[in-house]
Antibody, heavy 123, light 109 residues
């Protein structure tokens, strides 16, 4: 069964850091880029960036998130990580990991999502 | 503000047809394909349409997609209460080298 299972909800104080994990199973981990997508309360989906687990962990970040997030991967455990630093209340959101889908005659998309991890930043 | 523009909401009666639009630019939808995702309340998004007009296995043929120029549309026919959800379009924008989502459209049945 192809799935992405994320770590549980976190509550952090402003200025702290948090690391969210996403464990993949049911497919060849190193063959597909994995994305992180943020959804603030009541808001839409926002692409944060992606990581290539099979390409030495190469990352591409959305401009907005460069410098404040770090994505990493561990091929030995089929897990990718999202680390958020210097947390602010505006970082309160559900964070999703998502798997890239490569199509024969189309631009890549996303065909699988994790269940989401709620990160709450509050003093 | 999202790179891809969607109307915030749309509504329709059971059995009716609705369309959800997604407007982009020459560097996004004008060049790359569009994918659509359905997000039911309190759940993760789910792939609904890929490559502008293709349905994954298990998605009813009541859902269809199209693309023309720098815009795309999602059509839902035979509306059901279970279709109440948020719908997002997604593509790539080469001007900002980023995957992009629309702001989402909330469908009320």
């Amino acid at each position: 069964q192809v799935q992405l299972v994320q770590s549980g909800a976190e509550v952090k104080k402003p200025g702290a850091s948090v690391k969210v994990s996403c464990k993949a199973s049911g497919y060849t981990f190193t063959h597909y880029h994995l994305h992180w997508v943020r959804q603030a309360p009541g808001q839409g989906l926002e692409w944060m960036g992606m990581i290539n687990p099979g390409g030495g962990g190469d990352t591409t970040y959305a401009q907005k998130f460069r410098g404040s997030v770090a994505m990493s991967s561990d091929a030995s455990t089929n897990t990718v990580y999202l680390e958020l630093s210097s947390l602010r209340s505006e970082d309160t959101a559900v964070y999703y990991c998502a798997k890239t889908a490569y199509y024969d005659n189309s631009s890549p998309g996303i065909d699988l999502w994790g269940q989401g991890t709620l990160v709450t930043v509050s003093s | 503000q999202s790179v891809l523009t969607q109307a915030p909401s749309v509504s329709g009666a059971p059995g009716q047809r609705v369309t959800i639009s997604c407007a982009g630019s020459s560097s996004s939808i004008g060049t790359y394909d569009v994918h659509w995702y359905q997000q039911l309340p309190g759940t993760a998004p789910k792939l609904l349409i890929y490559g502008n007009n293709n349905r994954p296995s298990g998605v009813p043929d009541r859902f269809s997609g199209s693309k023309s120029g720098t815009s795309a549309s999602l059509a839902i026919t035979g509306l059901q209460a279970a279709d109440e959800a948020d719908y997002y379009c997604q593509s790539y924008d080469s001007y900002i080298s980023s995957w992009v989502f629309g702001g989402g459209t909330k469908l009320t049945v």
